[in-house]
């Protein structure tokens, strides 16, 4: 069932219970204004037998007389005749019209004549010498005040029936009618339509938000598609240039052009440099989807200061010519895997390494930012744009000066820095101040307080 059947079928509900709790109102108004009546007959029984068996006597002499303003009384003859002996207001030839030989021993509401017309609630009572004194009183004003309930109640029904229909209009409109708009926009996109958007809705609904928040789906989804296709678009051209010197030496020795040993050597050399080039480049992609699942490292204590410390140490070695400065606390314990810990710290220094000019100096250290470790690698180089550093993080991004292909780089390191890092629950990011030089930093939560 549809969200529009719904609400048409619960509003459909409402007003029937409307209708059902109207109608019980005056029924039970109508049953207690009968039963005040009949309470009152009921309660006058001996002053109903006096005026009856005052006939013909004069009326004003019977006692009790007050009691029995506004009620009829009369007298059933034994030959079955109704004969008044107090008329009602209603006019003196006005009498109830009895069903005999009905006994009439409950109140009972029954037609008049000679009078207005009016019913008439009536009780009998047995009287001396088997004659039947009938009390009666007129419902003029009980049939007024029904019929003016009625009036009133009409009038709410209808008025609560207009309000219904506007709530169900303005519930259809801010409510359905946006998911239905929504649902078209959809069916439009999933067909190949990707320039339709949901228009805005009224400002602070729930359907501004959802057609919001699909749009913003429906984009990111867009940027998801376009960053896997220049994904797979950089992955194969990274992979394309070592399968090319593959199939190009394996050509070069299938065709006999490798004559001398010392070329078959520098061949074989070659094919196992490339591939190591492609295996390692696969193992970080392998590594990146592993991340994208759902990558769950050791949770062990780990030591940040001698990690650090001893990539350091190899960084001097491999680059003699730098001062590579450091920076370290006694400990700095985190909670984690100490072998992709130290490929993150690595993977940073390393980048310092290859993307500034040789021979300037690198700044390592270790610091305390509130409940977190921070490790910063601070370089001296050209530094990063702004644009640059917006998406140094994703893969395969270079920038287009100092970070080029030509520095060895694939393009994955950082973007494998912060996979590690978001598995560890920590933060990665990049400062490039103005004059050049850049601070690429760490914060990992600290396992011991500091």
Same mark, same amino acid.
């Given at each position: 069932?549809?969200?529009? /059947?719904?609400?048409?079928?619960?509003?459909?509900?409402?007003?029937?219970?409307?209708?059902?709790?109207?109608?019980?109102?005056?029924?039970?108004?109508?049953?207690?204004?009968?039963?005040?009546?009949?309470?009152?007959?009921?309660?006058?029984?001996? $002053?109903?037998?006096?005026?009856? /068996?005052?006939?013909?006597?004069?009326?004003?002499?019977?006692?009790?007389?007050?009691?029995?303003?506004?009620?009829?009384?009369?007298?059933?003859?034994?030959?079955?005749?109704?004969?008044?002996?107090?008329?009602?207001?209603?006019?003196?030839?006005?009498?109830?019209?009895?069903?005999?030989?009905?006994?009439?021993?409950?109140?009972?509401?029954?037609?008049?004549?000679?009078?207005?017309?009016?019913?008439?609630?009536? !009780?009998?009572?047995?009287?001396?010498?088997?004659?039947?004194?009938?009390?009666?009183?007129?419902?003029?004003?009980?049939?007024?005040?029904?019929?003016?309930? /009625?009036?009133?109640?009409?009038?709410?029904?209808?008025?609560?029936?207009?309000? !219904?229909?506007?709530?169900?209009?303005?519930?259809?409109?801010?409510?359905?009618?946006? !998911?239905?708009?929504?649902?078209?926009?959809?069916?439009?996109?999933?067909?190949?339509?990707?320039?339709?958007?949901? @228009?805005?809705?009224?400002?602070?609904?729930?359907?501004?938000?959802?057609?919001?928040?699909?749009?913003?789906?429906?984009?990111?989804?867009?940027?998801?598609?376009?960053?896997?296709?220049?994904?797979? *678009?950089?992955?194969?051209?990274?992979?394309?240039?070592?399968?090319?010197?593959?199939?190009?030496? =394996?050509?070069?020795?299938?065709?006999?052009?490798?004559?001398?040993?010392?070329?078959?050597?520098?061949?074989?050399?070659?094919?196992?440099?490339? *591939?190591?080039?492609?295996?390692?480049?696969?193992?970080?992609?392998?590594?990146?989807?592993?991340?994208?699942?759902?990558?769950? @490292?050791?949770?062990?204590?780990?030591?940040?200061? $001698?990690?650090?410390?001893?990539?350091?140490?190899?960084?001097?070695?491999?680059? $003699?010519?730098?001062?590579?400065?450091?920076?370290?606390?006694?400990?700095?314990?985190?909670?984690?895997?100490?072998?992709?810990? =130290?490929?993150?710290?690595?993977?940073?220094?390393?980048?310092?390494?290859?993307? =500034? @000019?040789?021979?300037?100096?690198?700044?390592?250290?270790?610091?305390?930012?509130? *409940?977190?470790?921070?490790?910063?690698?601070?370089?001296?180089?050209?530094?990063?744009?702004?644009?640059?550093?917006?998406?140094?993080?994703?893969?395969?991004?270079?920038?287009?000066?100092?970070?080029?292909?030509?520095?060895?780089?694939?393009?994955?390191?950082?973007?494998?820095?912060? *996979?590690?890092?978001?598995?560890?629950?920590?933060?990665?990011?990049?400062?490039?101040? $103005?004059?050049?030089?850049?601070?690429?930093?760490?914060?990992?939560?600290?396992?011991?307080?500091?």
């Amino acid at each position: 069932m549809s969200l529009r /059947a719904r609400i048409l079928l619960g509003m459909g509900a409402i007003v029937a219970l409307l209708v059902v709790a109207g109608f019980g109102v005056f029924r039970a108004q109508a049953a207690t204004l009968l039963g005040q009546v009949d309470v009152r007959l009921e309660s006058l029984r001996q $002053p109903a037998l006096a005026a009856a /068996a005052a006939v013909p006597a004069d009326p004003t002499n019977i006692r009790g007389r007050r009691t029995l303003d506004g009620l009829y009384v009369g007298r059933v003859t034994t030959s079955g005749e109704l004969v008044t002996t107090l008329a009602v207001d209603a006019g003196p030839d006005a009498k109830p019209v009895l069903d005999l030989p009905i006994a009439y021993g409950v109140p009972a509401t029954v037609a008049t004549i000679g009078g207005d017309g009016a019913r008439m609630r009536v !009780i009998a009572y047995a009287a001396p010498g088997r004659e039947v004194a009938v009390i009666g009183q007129p419902l003029n004003d009980i049939d007024g005040a029904l019929t003016q309930l /009625a009036r009133n109640l009409l009038l709410m029904a209808a008025l609560l029936l207009a309000v !219904i229909a506007i709530v169900t209009w303005w519930v259809m409109r801010l409510g359905v009618g946006p !998911i239905t708009q929504v649902a078209a926009v959809a069916r439009a996109v999933r067909a190949g339509d990707r320039e339709q958007r949901v @228009p805005d809705f009224p400002a602070g609904t729930e359907a501004q938000e959802l057609g919001q928040s699909f749009n913003v789906l429906v984009d990111s989804n867009i940027a998801a598609e376009a960053r896997l296709r220049q994904f797979v *678009a950089d992955a194969s051209h990274e992979l394309r240039t070592p399968l090319a010197t593959l199939t190009g030496y =394996t050509s070069l020795h299938a065709a006999g052009g490798l004559t001398t040993d010392e070329a078959v050597g520098d061949a074989m050399r070659r094919i196992r440099q490339e *591939a190591q080039r492609m295996n390692s480049l696969v193992d970080d992609l392998l590594l990146l989807a592993e991340a994208d699942r759902g990558l769950e @490292p050791r949770r062990e204590p780990v030591d940040l200061v $001698p990690v650090v410390a001893g990539l350091v140490a190899d960084a001097r070695v491999l680059s $003699p010519s730098r001062v590579i400065g450091l920076e370290l606390p006694a400990s700095a314990v985190v909670t984690g895997d100490s072998d992709r810990l =130290t490929q993150i710290v690595g993977i940073l220094l390393d980048n310092a390494r290859k993307h =500034t @000019p040789e021979g300037s100096p690198i700044e390592v250290r270790i610091g305390v930012t509130s *409940a977190n470790w921070r490790v910063e690698v601070v370089d001296h180089g050209p530094g990063l744009q702004a644009a640059d550093a917006a998406h140094v993080f994703d893969r395969f991004y270079r920038a287009e000066s100092a970070r080029t292909r030509a520095t060895g780089g694939s393009g994955l390191g950082l973007a494998i820095a912060s *996979a590690l890092v978001t598995a560890h629950a920590g933060r990665i990011g990049v400062q490039s101040p $103005p004059g050049g030089g850049s601070i690429f930093w760490v914060e990992l939560p600290a396992a011991d307080p500091h």
